[in-house]
């Protein structure tokens, strides 16, 4: 049975940082299509950033590029999401995706993800 759990997400100030964690069991990695996604109330759910385990390939959404890095930590199974020069807007609950499906790039296409976590909340506010 495949669970993704995200953590780390919290109350902070513009400007700061934070990392949200996505731990993955019952899911080999190695080669996976892995999101990030994010919805704020009111607003459909937006693709923040992906990556392919296998090629190392990562692309992320404009409004967080440059500020957003995704990674992957082999040995714990463990996807992160470091955010940086965090703004208001940045406010939403974030979800992690991850897909088997072969390829080297990744998508931007919630369709395109299995298996979901439940979301971890991040509100930037002063």
């Known amino acids: 049975q495949v669970q993704v759990v995200e953590s780390g997400g919290g109350l902070v100030q513009p400007g700061d940082s934070l990392r949200l964690s996505c731990t993955v069991s019952g899911f080999n990695l190695d080669a996976a299509r892995i999101g990030w996604f994010r919805q704020a109330p009111g607003v459909e759910r937006q693709w923040v950033s992906c990556m392919r385990s296998s090629s190392g390939f990562r692309d992320y959404a404009g409004p967080v590029q440059g500020r957003f890095t995704i990674s992957r930590d082999n040995a714990k199974n463990t996807i992160s999401l470091r955010m940086d020069s965090l703004k208001p807007e940045d406010t939403a609950a974030y979800f992690c995706?991850?897909?088997?499906?072969?390829?080297?790039?990744?998508?931007?296409?919630?369709?395109?993800?299995?298996?979901w976590g439940q979301g971890t909340q991040v509100t930037v506010s002063s």
């Open positions: 995706a991850v897909d088997m499906s072969t390829g080297a790039g990744c998508s931007w296409d919630e369709i395109d993800y299995t298996y």
